[in-house]
C-alpha cells in the first residue's frame, strides 16, 4: 500500500510541479545526448549512430530521441569513460508509449548473451510494467535495483546513482529505492553502448539486438561520480528548462557536406568520394570503419576520392565515421554482401 500511494504521489507531482529556469550543469559529466535533433554526444566524442529510423520528437527539454519499438536504435563505440565500474550517476527523462512487449531496454552498457553471458555496467529496463535498473557484478550476478511502475504515458525522471557499494535510484526527484551491494560491476570494455535495444543474441542469429523499446528518451546524461540528493532535485525542479546547454560545448550534427559512399552494398571496395572543395576546409580527414557491435575494424586517412578493400570482411552490416582533426563530419551504414 505504502508503494501504491508513492507511485501516485510521484505522477501526480511530476505532473503539476512549477519548474523554474535553466541551472548549471554539475561537475563530473562525461557525456550528454540531448536528442536534440541529433544523437551527437555534446560533451565527448562519443557520438551515437542511430539505426533504422530512430526519430525527434518534442520531449520534456527541447527535443527528444524518438525509438518505435521495432528496430530503432542508437548505439555509441566504446570508450574507457563509458566503463563506470565505480562510482557513477546516470539520468534520463523518459516516456513509454508502447506496452506491446514486455521486455523494453532502454539503454544499456554491455550487453546480454552473444551468445555467452556478457556483463552490463549499467542498464534501465521497463519489465512488463516495473522500472528496473542493473549491472552485472564481478561475480556474473545480476544486481537490481526496482523502481516504480507506470502506465500514464507520461514523461518521469530517472536518476540512478552508484556510490561505493549502494546505488540509490530517484524518480521524479524522490528517492524511490536505495540497496547495498557486495561485488563491484563487471568491466564492459569492448561492448557498446546503446540506447532504445539491449546488444542480445543468444542464438547467433542475425539480429544482434533485441528488446526494443517503444518510447522517447530526453537528456541522457552520464556522471563519473555519483550525485548528491541536492543536485538530483535541483536538475529535476529544472523541468522544461533542464540544464543550461549553453555552459558547456557543442557537438555539431552531421554536417550538410557533398559526401558519397558508392556501391554500397558492396563485395570488394567502397568508393568514398568527398568534394575536393572541403578538404581546404576539413584537415587530416579519415575514415573508420566497425562492426555492428560497436568494435574497431580499419580506418583510412582519405583524399577526395579514396576507396577502401572490404573484401576481407564478412558478409553483414557495418558502421562508418568520417572526421578531422576536431569534428564528426558523417556517419551511416556499409553493407558487404
Given at each position: 500500500?505504502?508503494?501504491?500511494?508513492?507511485?501516485?504521489?510521484?505522477?501526480?507531482?511530476?505532473?503539476?510541479?512549477?519548474?523554474?529556469?535553466?541551472?548549471?550543469?554539475?561537475?563530473?559529466?562525461?557525456?550528454?545526448?540531448?536528442?536534440?535533433?541529433?544523437?551527437?554526444?555534446?560533451?565527448?566524442?562519443?557520438?551515437?549512430?542511430?539505426?533504422?529510423?530512430?526519430?525527434?520528437?518534442?520531449?520534456?527539454?527541447?527535443?527528444?530521441?524518438?525509438?518505435?519499438?521495432?528496430?530503432?536504435?542508437?548505439?555509441?563505440?566504446?570508450?574507457?569513460?563509458?566503463?563506470?565500474?565505480?562510482?557513477?550517476?546516470?539520468?534520463?527523462?523518459?516516456?513509454?508509449?508502447?506496452?506491446?512487449?514486455?521486455?523494453q531496454?532502454?539503454?544499456?552498457?554491455?550487453?546480454?548473451?552473444?551468445?555467452?553471458?556478457?556483463?552490463?555496467?549499467?542498464?534501465?529496463?521497463?519489465?512488463?510494467?516495473?522500472?528496473?535498473?542493473?549491472?552485472?557484478?564481478?561475480?556474473?550476478?545480476?544486481?537490481?535495483?526496482?523502481?516504480?511502475?507506470?502506465?500514464?504515458?507520461f514523461?518521469?525522471h530517472?536518476?540512478?546513482?552508484?556510490?561505493?557499494?549502494?546505488?540509490?535510484?530517484?524518480?521524479?526527484?524522490?528517492?524511490?529505492?536505495?540497496?547495498?551491494?557486495?561485488?563491484?560491476?563487471?568491466?564492459?570494455?569492448?561492448?557498446?553502448?546503446?540506447?532504445?535495444?539491449?546488444?542480445?543474441?543468444?542464438?547467433?542469429?542475425?539480429?544482434?539486438?533485441?528488446?526494443?523499446?517503444?518510447?522517447?528518451v530526453?537528456?541522457?546524461?552520464?556522471?563519473?561520480?555519483?550525485?548528491?540528493?541536492?543536485?538530483?532535485?535541483?536538475?529535476?525542479?529544472?523541468?522544461?528548462?533542464?540544464?543550461?546547454?549553453?555552459?558547456?560545448?557543442?557537438?555539431?550534427?552531421?554536417?550538410?557536406?557533398?559526401?558519397?559512399?558508392?556501391?554500397?552494398?558492396?563485395?570488394?571496395?567502397?568508393?568514398?568520394?568527398?568534394?575536393a572543395k572541403?578538404?581546404?576546409?576539413?584537415?587530416?580527414?579519415?575514415?573508420?570503419?566497425?562492426?555492428?557491435?560497436?568494435?574497431?575494424?580499419?580506418?583510412?586517412?582519405?583524399?577526395?576520392?579514396?576507396?577502401?578493400?572490404?573484401?576481407?570482411?564478412k558478409?553483414?552490416?557495418?558502421?562508418?565515421?568520417?572526421?578531422?582533426?576536431?569534428?564528426?563530419?558523417?556517419?551511416?551504414?556499409?553493407?558487404?554482401?
Open positions: 500500500m505504502k508503494r501504491i500511494l508513492l507511485i501516485v504521489l510521484i505522477t501526480i507531482c511530476s505532473q503539476q510541479h512549477s519548474f523554474s529556469q535553466c541551472e548549471t550543469p554539475p561537475s563530473g559529466m562525461v557525456s550528454w545526448w540531448t536528442g536534440d535533433m541529433t544523437t551527437l554526444d555534446k560533451i565527448d566524442d562519443n557520438h551515437a549512430i542511430p539505426f533504422n529510423g530512430v526519430g525527434y520528437t518534442t520531449g520534456m527539454v527541447d527535443e527528444a530521441l524518438f525509438f518505435d519499438g521495432i528496430d530503432d536504435i542508437a548505439l555509441v563505440f566504446d570508450s574507457p569513460e563509458l566503463d563506470t565500474t565505480g562510482d557513477m550517476t546516470v539520468m534520463a527523462w523518459v516516456r513509454r508509449i508502447g506496452y506491446a512487449n514486455p521486455h531496454v532502454v539503454f544499456c552498457k554491455g550487453a546480454g548473451y552473444i551468445p555467452n553471458d556478457a556483463p552490463a555496467v549499467f542498464l534501465m529496463r521497463f519489465e512488463f510494467d516495473v522500472t528496473e535498473f542493473i549491472f552485472e557484478d564481478s561475480n556474473g550476478d545480476n544486481i537490481i535495483l526496482n523502481g516504480p511502475a507506470f502506465e500514464d504515458s514523461y518521469h530517472y536518476v540512478y546513482v552508484r556510490q561505493g557499494n549502494t546505488h540509490t535510484l530517484y524518480v521524479d526527484g524522490f528517492l524511490f529505492n536505495h540497496s547495498t551491494f557486495t561485488n563491484p560491476p563487471a568491466s564492459t570494455t569492448g561492448l557498446s553502448f546503446t540506447v532504445g535495444a539491449q546488444y542480445h543474441n543468444p542464438t547467433s542469429g542475425p539480429n544482434d539486438f533485441d528488446f526494443y523499446f517503444h518510447g522517447e530526453d537528456e541522457l546524461m552520464l556522471y563519473n561520480r555519483a550525485l548528491t540528493n541536492t543536485e538530483v532535485q535541483v536538475i529535476y525542479n529544472a523541468g522544461a528548462d533542464g540544464v543550461c546547454k549553453d555552459a558547456l560545448s557543442v557537438a555539431e550534427n552531421d554536417l550538410e557536406i557533398d559526401f558519397k559512399v558508392y556501391p554500397n552494398p558492396a563485395s570488394n571496395y567502397i568508393q568514398f568520394q568527398l568534394d572541403y578538404m581546404q576546409t576539413y584537415k587530416n580527414v579519415k575514415l573508420s570503419i566497425y562492426d555492428i557491435k560497436g568494435a574497431f575494424i580499419q580506418e583510412k586517412n582519405i583524399d577526395f576520392n579514396s576507396n577502401i578493400a572490404i573484401s576481407n570482411l558478409k553483414g552490416v557495418y558502421l562508418y565515421t568520417l572526421q578531422d582533426e576536431s569534428q564528426l563530419l558523417k556517419s551511416g551504414q556499409l553493407i558487404k554482401k
